[in-house]
């Protein structure tokens, strides 16, 4: 039997290895703590794997896995087009692949402040199909939603708001680890906060994750061949999960250092991708890797409510990138020439830009953003005063308070858990967290959490 796997898949595969012994997987379990997702087909054991992305995989007649073929390999091969010739040819695509995803159904569009669900929306504006758009935003946080809804209303669409609130997680942790596997840590998706209210509107998601990375520079300007391996490893590694995960390699007495054996994995990888270019090298590289090990886990969660359908995780949304000059997709070109066609759209505030939106962003710098930047920290200050401190990441929602702590340190405190992972070790982390400075830590306590729930779940009887 033969699976094959398209370039960026939806879902997880696991299949078992022949004649592996069934162990825990230390090394990639110590990446995991560092980056937050396991690298290439990777698994908390060694004989359980993820089928690699744009691979044929053969299976004996027992369903062991025996080999994996690549069927399909990044390349950079630029076509001489121009860049109007560029832009027409993605829009084309674009619509013909939402089109077909779409088929005519009812469409559920969650929509954030950025550009990937916003060209999404565009298009679906165009199309015949009745959308469901959607938003969230975080309690005491960014008003998200109502960047969102300015889009819905613009292009015709229903739309609902969510507030993501303090404390969520607690009420719906396990059923998150059985969804996702605990192979994602869980503070990032924040729409299991609101499962069940999606589960209520009906039609097929259409969701726009990996646009930004597809369409946009894969290293900055300036980086050249020898800074490749440096470069992916510092926007891998949290340093604080790095930190972790040294403590971690030693306490289980691995061979050698964790950051040379990470490094090595990086190197290993790269050298793979035979592309001269280091933009679309890079690119390739994201994708094969945190695209498809960290972005696709959490895609389960929409697929507990309906059918998803991923625009840019087609196989010729992958191919067209590889045919279009880097000077193209850098800064996320394409994409804006393609929203500045509907000036009303465009208008519209662009979140990562605020309070500017896509005509005229290029002015967000001193001085113009000053007056933007006073009453945004004032604001902030305000709520800090009224006790309703701002709220950027979700983190803050699911750690911080009395309630939350007591949740959480019933987990990170667990007599079975701690047979693996020592309390020293979690206390000094947590300790960090809670005394030196919660926001570099939180990736690490956030790490311990989500082991702490796998490994609860999976040594009951032990």
Known sequence: MVISSSILPKEHVFAKKSNVKHTLHLEAICVFVATGFFMDEDTYWKDLVCLASAHDHEFDSNG??????????WHYTPRKISFDQALEEYVALLTQVLKEQTNGREVI???????????????????????????YSFQNGYPEHQIAKKVASVCGFDFNEFIIKQGYLWNCIK????????????????QMAVLNELKQVQGVFSLGHWGDVLFDRGVPEGINESEIVSFVFKKMVKPK???????????????GDFKSYLIARIETGLKKIKIDNISAKVRAFKTIQWGHRWTTTNLSIFKEAHPISMPYYDNRMCEFICSIPEAYLADRRLQIGHLRQDKTIAN??????????????????????LPHRVLSKFKRLG?????????????????????????LKGFLYNEKFNEWIPRA?????????????????SHPVSMLLTLSVWYQRNFKGN
């Open 64 to 73: 062991g896995l025996i080999k994996s073929s690549p069927n399909f390999q």
């Open 348 to 369: 519209i505030t662009w979140q990562a830009q605020r309070p500017f939106n896509i005509n005229n962003y290029s002015i967000n710098k001193m001085p113009f953003n």
């Open 175 to 190: 059923d998150l680890a059985t969804i996702n596997g605990c192979y994602s840590e869980f503070t990032h998706p924040r």
């Open 425 to 441: 070790i979690i206390e000094d982390f947590y300790n960090r967290f809670r005394k030196v400075n919660a926001i570099p830590y």
């Open 109 to 135: 569009l969650p929509l954030s402040g950025g550009l990937d669900s916003r060209s999404q929306a565009l298009v679906l504006k165009k199309l015949s199909n009745p959308v469901h758009a959607f938003s």
């Open 383 to 407: 709520q800090g005063f009224l006790g309703h401190p701002y709220v950027q990441r979700n983190w803050e929602l699911q750690f911080l308070g009395e309630n939350n702590e007591e949740c």
């Open 241 to 255: 999960g790095l930190e972790l995960a040294q403590c971690l390699w030693e306490h289980w007495g691995l061979d």
